[in-house]
């Protein structure tokens, strides 16, 4: 009799570490592991100490209850807090360049070699100059927008 107390916890214990691998801890995969190694034991056990049939049924029994479990977890929508609801239809640095316009003029934070910081109004951007070295400090003025490139050059270099 206690062998079968054994096996049965076995099996439970394993399919039980299964379900918690599935719903409360995704990813993680020794849970799930080690729940299945569980009913396999298991499942070898009945074989070993009780026969084919028994064996059989066990084995037959534990894919049924996975399968049985599995239904009404999808039925039950409990996969639902998992699944993601809304959609990113932004793009990155959206709106970046937003404010800037043709010949408005900023000063260099950093050196442009030929790309580094500049600083327009308040804010900082990362800008182009049009292939040459310009030192930080430099003040400079915007020649190109195109999109969130921004090209600049030297203010005095008209």
């Known amino acids: 009799m206690s062998d079968w107390i054994t096996i049965i916890l076995l099996v439970v214990i394993g399919?039980?570490?299964?379900y918690v691998e599935l719903l409360f801890v995704p990813?993680?995969?020794?849970?799930?592991?080690?729940?299945?190694?569980?009913?396999?034991?298991?499942?070898?056990?009945?074989?070993?100490?009780?026969?084919?049939t028994a064996g059989n049924y066990v084995l037959v029994g534990s894919f049924a209850v996975?399968?049985?479990a599995i239904y009404?977890?999808?039925k039950s929508k409990a996969w639902e807090?998992?699944?993601?609801?809304g959609s990113n239809n932004t793009k990155v640095n959206d709106g970046y360049s937003e404010?800037?316009?043709?010949?408005?003029t900023g000063v260099a934070i950093s050196d442009l070699k030929p790309i580094g910081k500049a600083e327009f109004g308040e804010k900082t951007y990362e800008v182009t100059s049009p292939g040459f070295h310009?030192?930080?400090?430099?003040?400079?003025?915007?020649?190109?927008?195109?999109?969130?490139?921004?090209?600049v050059d030297l203010l005095n270099n008209n």
């Open 15 to 18: 399919l039980a570490l299964i």
């Open 27 to 52: 990813g993680t995969t020794i849970v799930g592991v080690v729940g299945f190694l569980l009913t396999c034991v298991g499942v070898y056990l009945t074989y070993e100490n009780h026969g084919s």
């Open 66 to 68: 996975s399968a049985i």
């Open 72 to 74: 009404f977890s999808f």
């Open 81 to 85: 807090r998992y699944s993601l609801k």
């Open 99 to 104: 404010g800037l316009v043709l010949e408005m």
């Open 134 to 151: 310009i030192e930080s400090g430099s003040k400079i003025k915007i020649t190109h927008l195109v999109g969130n490139r921004i090209t």
